[in-house]
């Protein structure tokens, strides 16, 4: 009988289950295929570090792309924002506390300014995008001009990129070896996460509405927490957690809140789903469409930080392309085309799912002609499945 | 005249997630003859319609279809195509963007070695025009055109291939008096050139015209299927089939405490459209007191909708001019978000286009104008809001398996109750309706009435627009005619005639 549930909830929600089930795939397939290097600890922590920068562009192109626009700008600026960063660090010796709300700031008003011909004058936002690209380009290419790579010296900013957060219980007694702390925030996280899920769970019934059955809650319950518990162990057993990772999380968890539970979040699936239909019910589409954008230039800003603290220096290319890895994993995360579906965090799993491949094909040995060819086909299936997975679920 | 079968559907079953839509369906129809389905929202006539179509593939459903005597195994609509079987959807498939010659040929274009012949195609397509009865250039933009013909050019399309039997899904939901005495003319005019025609409808004034044979469908089954020719269809036993209970009143009395005090009053009311250089209104003076339902009344194109669209936060941009006071106090809402917050709603005519989001669930569409109330803090309390559909979902009685099913699942009657509620739980000082029982089947319509008699003896008042007379003479306590974005006339409904108004919205 409970076969039967979880096979009805699995197919109800395919396309979100699906989404860990390629990523198990992958780290098997490349587990076994790199003898094991693939899963330690270093590695994985390596391959959350890459997927930080990734991550934080989709998930604001995730928004942007619900709301059924697309930002082509995000790369260049995201480049241009980090040598805006390094600049100010270097010459204008600002401290890093400075730098960084200052770099989110100007990401913010550089996504305004993308938004206004979309939103007042109604320029489609490829077009309008395409030339903030273009712009960027130049932008980071005149920043960098005179001195070429800037080699950033300030090693707090540096830390964002290469550091891991301090262990607080560091001890050669209990674990040694182990990041204590990190241990502890995933040990918080699944009773936090266990909590509120109960919470919901009780709240719900005391309303009589429909609940999942008690023994596939539980087992989902352990499901999420073994998952969550198997991550931090592998991170803790290296560094621990990374500052780009947890800022990451942060973001994670601020932008599933805020998509899920409060009421601009509603506005953006809904300006999604039928613009027109959303203006009517007093949506102003205008503001929703200023507010994604603007939060894709902070981010993009944010993604800026990660991209140059990690080498430390800001580049002439910093940022080529980013914007189509970006909207690479938040199309293989599960959002779609013709708007209003599309979650952050099938948009972080997407991102995870693509550097996933990017470091074991490396690992591997294989070349990068073959590994852009294998990404391109990973996407390709990636949305096929969602077509087809949304049909089921009809 | 013998009477041969050209359509048998036995024991047809279709089940999706949760809802048996069919279950064990028989359906018949003899060469030559009218045949109207009706039933409910939610009753199956769509989906039935869709299974003889070839949209629900054969393998998806139980059951056999013999169509010109012959098992039918449809795997898409191009097959059904091919047999002589036309449908025409509740919701209209035209292509805005092209010319009405290129949709009414579209994907059987008439072309020479592969290169389309477009003089011949204007030409044909002038030919079925006027077969018809549209009077217009086969090079105008389908978007240009009212819904009344766009529905004759959805006819046309199906002419415009070889057609046996014609299958129409409400064609006259969104129609007009003087519109659907057309279609239906021209249902009989094709019937004379062997046509034979299934239709679906809620309006049974026109079943009773026009069907030659009715079945019945209710919860999914047929109840009965009525032969018009032995007198065995009447509005009392349709009704009574449909519902399968009897209804006396169409409309509800109610009794009437119309205060003094006028909520919304529109002086010298003129929009001018930029775009196209001209005034889509002009002029308009009304008035609208507490817990008062005006109706107005119009043609199709007389400007009714831009007028509700331009007091509702004129989301269109036109250039305004002219006064708009609520309570007495000077108001212009640049956006429907400001209109809604001094106490208007505006539920719209095209449930699909503006006024539902079809990929999210009830729940969410019918709380997105209100979130605000469900809010604690800055965070949505979902258990409230289950609580406000579950509400909504039983006052309106919404046939869904679950408050979680998504819009696109829904019928069309039910999908319009959705919208509605959407604004009930606006709970606005001044309601605005826009063809409010578009689609909707008899029973549902008389709770609706219901609801809206309720909504003003609370004090709210209700602007109604309407295309059916009968409706509007039988809710408003004041009608406004509309013609050529003017009022034409006002009178106190129990002065108004259907006469007396036609007049008025044709001069
Ligand atoms: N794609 C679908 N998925 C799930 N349920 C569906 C789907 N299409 C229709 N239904 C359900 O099947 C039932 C019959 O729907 P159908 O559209 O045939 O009704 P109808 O008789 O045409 O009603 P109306 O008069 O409102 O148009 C309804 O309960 C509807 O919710
Ligand atoms: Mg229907």
């Known amino acids: 009988m409970a076969l039967k549930e979880l096979r009805t909830e699995l197919r109800k929600n395919i396309r979100g289950y699906g989404m860990y089930i390629a990523l198990f795939v992958i780290f098997v397939i490349f587990t076994i295929t790199t003898d094991g290097i693939f899963i330690s600890s270093r590695n994985i922590s390596n391959l959350m570090n890459q997927t930080g920068y990734i991550a934080v562009i989709a998930i604001g192109m995730t928004l942007i792309i619900v709301i059924r626009h697309i930002d082509l700008s995000v790369g260049f600026l995201s480049g241009f924002l980090g040598a805006i960063a390094a600049i100010a660090m270097t010459f204008w010796n600002l401290p890093v506390y400075v730098v960084i709300p200052m770099v989110l700031v100007l990401g913010f008003i550089a996504g305004l300014i993308t938004a206004y011909p979309v939103a007042k004058l109604g320029i489609p936002a490829f077009v309008a995008s395409l030339a ?43 674990l040694p070896k182990t990041h204590k702390l990190t241990l502890l925030l995933g040990l918080i996280t699944i009773i936090w996460l266990i909590l ?77 789903g039928n613009p027109e239909a959303a203006e009517l019910s007093g949506v102003n589409v205008e503001k ?70 990017t470091s074991g094909m490396n690992l591997m040995g294989i070349d990068i002609s073959s590994q852009y060819i294998v990404r391109g086909a990973v996407l390709l299936g990636a949305v096929i499945f969602d077509v087809a997975a949304r049909k089921l679920g009809d | ?23 064990n369906v028989t359906f018949s129809v003899t060469e030559g003859e009218i045949h109207c389905l009706v039933g409910e929202n939610g009753a199956g006539k769509s989906t039935l319609m869709k299974v003889l179509s070839g949209v629900y593939p054969f393998g998806e459903y139980e059951g056999d279809i013999l169509f010109s005597e012959e098992i039918q195994k449809f795997r898409g609509i191009r097959d059904s195509e091919k047999t002589g079987i036309a449908i025409i959807y509740q919701e209209l498939a035209l292509i805005p963007e092209l010319t009405v010659y290129e949709n009414i040929f579209l994907g059987h274009e008439i072309q020479k070695n592969g290169v389309l012949n477009w003089n011949e195609t204007i030409k044909q397509a002038g030919e079925i025009l006027i077969k018809v009865g549209l009077d217009i250039n086969p090079e105008t933009k389908v978007k240009e055109l009212g819904v009344g013909k766009q529905q004759l050019i959805e006819i046309a399309k199906a002419l415009s291939r070889d057609v046996k039997l014609l299958i129409l899904d409400e064609p006259t939901a969104a ?28 309006k049974l004034k026109e079943v009773i015209r026009i069907a030659d044979m009715v079945t019945v469908l209710r919860d999914g089954q047929t109840i009965c299927t009525l032969n018009a020719g032995k007198g065995e269809v009447s ?103 400001t209109a809604i917050e001094a106490g208007l709603a505006y539920v719209s005519e095209d ?157």
């Open chain 1, 196 to 272: 509120s899920s109960v919470k919901a769970r009780k709240s719900k019934q005391s309303y009589n509405f429909e609940i999942l059955p008690l023994d596939l809650f539980i087992g989902k319950q352990i499901f999420v927490s073994v998952l969550i518990g198997i991550v931090t162990w592998i991170l803790a057993g290296y560094n621990g957690l990374s500052w780009t990772f947890a800022i990451v999380l942060l973001v994670v968890a601020i932008y599933n809140f805020v998509t899920k539970k409060t009421v601009i979040g509603r506005h953006i699936y809904a300006v999604g």
């Open chain 2, 175 to 202: 129609l007009n008096e003087d519109d659907c005495d057309n279609l239906l003319q021209l249902l009989k005019d094709l019937q004379s050139q062997g046509v034979t025609s299934i239709m679906i409808t809620h």
């Open chain 1, 132 to 174: 903030g690209w273009l712009i960027y380009r130049g932008a980071l290419l005149m920043a960098t001009l005179k001195t070429g790579t800037i080699v950033i010296p300030n090693k707090a900013f540096n830390a964002i990129g290469n550091g891991y957060i301090p262990d607080i219980f560091a001890s050669d007694k209990f």
């Open chain 2, 235 to 337: 509005e009392n036993i349709l009704i009574k089939n449909m519902v399968g209970r009897e209804i006396n009143n169409i409309y509800p009395s109610r009794k009437h405490e119309i205060s003094n005090e006028i909520v919304l009053e529109v002086k010298n009311w003129t929009a001018h459209n930029k775009q196209y250089g001209h005034n889509i209104l002009n002029n308009i003076a009304l008035n609208v007191k507490k817990g008062e339902i005006i109706g107005i009344a119009g043609l199709m194109g007389a400007g009714r909708t831009e007028f509700a669209r331009s007091l509702f936060g004129n989301p269109d941009h036109y250039v305004i001019t002219g006064n708009l006071y609520i309570d007495g106090k000077e108001k212009l809402f640049k956006h429907p978000e």
């Open chain 2, 1 to 23: 005249m013998k009477s041969k079968k050209i359509l048998e559907m036995k024991s047809i079953t279709k089940t999706f997630p949760g809802v048996k839509a069919l279950d």
């Open chain 1, 288 to 357: 929703v469409t200023f507010i994604v954008f603007g939060s894709m230039g902070m981010l993009a800003g944010l993604a800026g930080i990660l991209y140059a603290s990690r080498l430390q220096s800001a580049t002439t290319t910093a940022g080529t392309l980013l914007e189509l890895d970006g909207i690479a994993a938040a199309f293989i995360g599960g959002v779609s085309v013709a708007g209003g579906v599309g979650s952050v965090v099938g948009s972080l799993l997407g991102a995870i799912v693509y550097t996933s491949l």
């Open chain 2, 351 to 507: 449930r699909k286009k503006n006024g539902l989001i079809l990929i999210q669930d009830i729940k969410q569409n019918i709380t997105i104008a209100n979130l605000n109330k469900i809010r604690k803090k800055i965070i949505i309390d979902d258990n409230a809001e289950i609580v406000t559909a579950e509400k909504y979902r039983n006052a309106l009685s919404i046939k869904t398996p679950s408050i979680e099913q998504k819009l696109n699942k829904l019928s069309g009657g039910n999908q319009q109750k959705v919208s509605l509620a959407k604004w009930l739980f606006v709970n606005p000082e001044i309601l605005i309706l826009d063809e409010p029982t578009r689609g909707i089947d008899v029973g549902a319509k008389y709770e609706i009435y219901t609801i809206m008699n309720e909504l003003v003896t609370q004090g709210m008042s209700i602007i109604m627009i309407s295309s059916e007379l009968p409706e509007i003479l039988g809710m408003s306590d004041r009608v406004y005619v509309m013609s050529e974005g003017q009022i034409t006339g006002e009178m106190p409904t129990n002065e108004a005639t259907q006469e007396k108004i036609m007049h008025l919205a044709t001069n």
